[in-house]
């Protein structure tokens, strides 16, 4: 997630629309921590690197949640710029471990367990982040603001990738696919680093 603009809001525009975008990112924050409970149950459970990959981005966007209230509460752009540091190179970090495990398991030939409790998470993830991220889209659009819109695409990328571990989780339970858990985290790690490369390469 990438912040290199300063909030613009919309001269004219009631506050109204600067509280619901806080509103947002306060239940999508929420929302992650909540999550990091859940896939740490599940994860545990089924032993699947899916869950736990994407339970450890649940913590890292916790972080960026939190750099986008600081910014929308108007908060220094130097605090801003180091925090992002911080989280790209969490995200890089996230890459390392998955590709590390993902590539062990699938060496291995290691089956993970079904885990039913996983599979109605990111589900139910997968509707949130998409019906957050319009609505971050809509308000940010309506203040003029880069900094929430560019949040909203970021949920709407966790959106995507809560179906992309569904669909790994689905396919253990219901084919026996195993492989396609570990691959599933996989979809994480090209996203991590997409995510560390956005960052490291803004312009400051």
Known sequence: MAIDEPVLTAPGRPDTLLRRGRTLEGITLGWNVAGIAVLAVAAVAA???????FGLDSLIEIGASTVVLWELSGSGEDRQRRALRLIGGAFAALAVYLTIQSVLVLVTGYRPGHSALGIAWT??????MFALARGKARTGKALRNPVLVTEGRVTMVDGILAVAVLAGLVLNAAAGLWWADPLAALVIVCYALQEAREIFLARH
Request: glycine share 8%; hydrophobic share 70%; aromatic share 0%.
């Open 47 to 53: 032993r699947s690197v899916a869950l736990a990959g």
């Open 123 to 128: 589900a139910l993830t997968a509707a949130a």
